[in-house]
């Protein structure tokens, strides 16, 4: 963000409060309107101003949104150690629902003040929370209820190797992804439909790189074995059931890429990358598995 500050502009006809109020300052890429809705501006936070026209709140820390990512990738771990210490199934998928179903009715209450005019429960919302929150958020609900919903659908609809391995992929890929596109995308070609608008070769080769990581961590050490329950097959079947370590690799990096760079119509992609990215790998080894 540019270091200077900047203030709303004026005019020979309308008291500075007033210009302020109604028309936006656009300095460098940032808008900052009074009253807000304030806007997402990548690679800059987003600046509330006051009634004085004084910068007031910001949403978002940086460039790279570290604390925001650093929750995002924390789920991972987490994840993967339920898995290993086979932590009960439907006691996990109560436990994430009403995680989802409390964030959404806080977010709710939150969203309904923001559109009376900011009310002071959307305003101590933002001071606690905004360093967490994208600019785009404040108009919209929160992120993370999607990211609860994704990995509730996840556990719920597939084996638990492959879930957990898509949960993985929400965590770790999307991070790199968004991490290495802010930095290099600007060095690389954009993609272009289907995929989103600011998705570039950079953070998809990322995303790529990761999940086929994630495969290897997955079932190419023992972690899919020893998270196993007692009985239950993992999803790979090894080499004899033809589908090598290195192909699935490869196969997980792809879809790893591809799906977290998609646009699916503006859906949230907290949602839509465990969901798609465990369907298809599941797809996968049930085709050509034999």
């Not at 109020?21 to 900052?32: H, L, M, N, T």
């Not at 501006?41 to 007031?56: N, R, S, T, W």
């Not at 999607?146 to 990995?151: A, E, F, I, S, T």
């Amino acid at each position: 963000m540019s270091s200077r500050v900047l203030r709303p502009r004026t005019t020979a006809n309308k008291p500075p409060s007033e210009a302020s109020a109604r028309e936006p300052v656009v300095d460098e890429g940032i808008a900052f309107v009074d009253p807000p809705p304030s806007v997402d501006v990548p690679g800059d936070p987003a600046v509330v101003l006051d009634k004085a026209g004084k910068p007031q709140l910001v949403l978002g820390v940086g460039k790279l949104e570290w604390p925001r990512k650093l929750l995002h990738s924390s789920i991972g771990p987490l994840a993967l150690y339920l898995y290993l210490i086979h932590f009960p199934l439907p006691l996990l998928r109560s436990a994430l629902s009403i995680a989802a179903g409390t964030v959404f009715s806080v977010d709710l209450l939150r969203l309904r003040s923001t559109n009376l005019g900011r009310g002071r429960f959307a305003r101590a919302y933002e001071h606690l929370l905004g360093p967490l929150m994208r600019a785009e958020e404040r108009q919209r609900i929160n992120g993370v209820v999607w990211y609860l919903l994704g990995v509730v659908v996840a556990i719920s609809a597939f084996p638990r190797d492959i879930a957990v391995a898509s949960i993985l992929i929400l965590s770790f890929a999307d991070t790199s992804a968004s991490t290495v596109g802010r930095l290099w995308g600007r060095y690389t070609p954009k993609l272009g439909r289907p995929f989103g608008e600011r998705k570039s070769m950079a953070g998809m080769g990322a995303a790529v790189a990761v999940g086929a990581g994630i495969a290897w961590v997955v079932w190419g050490t023992s972690v899919a074995q020893r998270g196993a329950l007692e009985g239950e097959s993992v999803s790979w079947k090894g080499e004899e059931g033809g589908v090598g370590l290195a192909m699935l690799c490869a196969v997980v990096g792809v879809i790893s890429g591809v799906v977290e760079a998609l646009d699916i119509y503006n859906l949230d992609d907290n949602l839509t990358l465990p969901i798609l990215s465990g369907l298809c790998i599941w797809a996968f080894l049930a085709i050509f598995q034999h």
